[in-house]
T-cell receptor, first 114, second 109 residues
Framework: DSGVTQTPKHLITATGQRVTLRCSPR?????VYWYQQSLDQGLQFLIQ???????AKGNILERFSAQQFPDLHSELNLSSLELGDSALYFC?????????????FGPGTRLLVL | GQNIDQPTEMTATEGAIVQINCTYQ??????LFWYQQHAGEAPTFLSY????GLEEKGRFSSFLSRSKGYSYLLLKELQMKDSASYLC??????????FGAGTTVTVRA
């Protein structure tokens, strides 16, 4: 158990819908990272927040957005869902925001878009 | 950006040794991680190298050569539970962690 929690564990929805994935970092960690893992693409970095502010952006679609709240939990919003958005979405956290920090991953949310 | 290459699959026998190679090209290198991921589960941290040389941690060792853009993960005394995907990931000064596609290791009895 990494100490990072994610909800829900599974999510099934239809194309065109919007969903929100939630992540609580390890106690004391200020940075939260979001990743998408699909069968054919491996782990793709989406976005990072540090202490409430966006710190780095990866291959995140415009239909996706995220935020980090004052209590440091984070939400990833996925809208206008498409079949290709079906994937495992992982959240990770680290103490600060240094490039050399170990990231600890949550159990993931498995999203299925039908 | 980063370009990270590692073999897709490897098979080895229980009790044997397997070496997973990873080559990378990046700017602003700030370290290399190895993670283990069992199917459908979260990646778990194995090792971190930022300086050249070998880091040993129990049955697992990781090596880095920055000048060659090369790393390997060495798994000794293989056990069935070591069957998993092993992800090489490179971090840079822009705070991003870029992952390779992963190497699936199958341990056979």
């Amino acid at each position: 158990d990494s100490g990072v929690t994610q909800t829900p564990k599974h999510l099934i929805t239809a194309t065109g819908q919007r969903v929100t994935l939630r992540c609580s970092p390890r106690s004391g960690d200020l940075s939260v990272y979001w990743y998408q893992q699909s069968l054919d693409q491996g782990l793709q970095f989406l976005i990072q927040y540090y202490n409430g502010e966006e710190r780095a952006k990866g291959n995140i679609l415009e239909r996706f957005s995220a935020q980090q709240f004052p209590d440091l939990h984070s939400e990833l919003n996925l809208s206008s869902l498409e079949l290709g958005d079906s994937a495992l979405y992982f959240c990770a956290s680290s103490p600060i925001a240094g490039g050399g920090e170990t990231q600890y991953f949550g159990p993931g949310t498995r999203l299925l878009v039908l | 950006g980063q370009n990270i290459d590692q073999p897709t699959e490897m098979t080895a026998t229980e009790g044997a040794i397997v070496q997973i190679n990873c080559t990378y090209q990046t700017s602003g290198f700030n370290g290399l991680f190895w993670y283990q991921q069992h199917a459908g589960e979260a990646p778990t941290f194995l090792s971190y190298n930022v300086l050249d040389g070998l880091e040993e941690k129990g049955r697992f060792s990781s090596f880095l050569s920055r000048s060659k853009g090369y790393s390997y993960l060495l798994l000794k005394e293989l056990q069935m539970k070591d069957s998993a995907s092993y992800l090489c990931a490179v971090t840079s000064n822009d705070y991003k962690l870029s992952f390779g596609a992963g190497t699936t290791v199958t341990v056979r009895a």
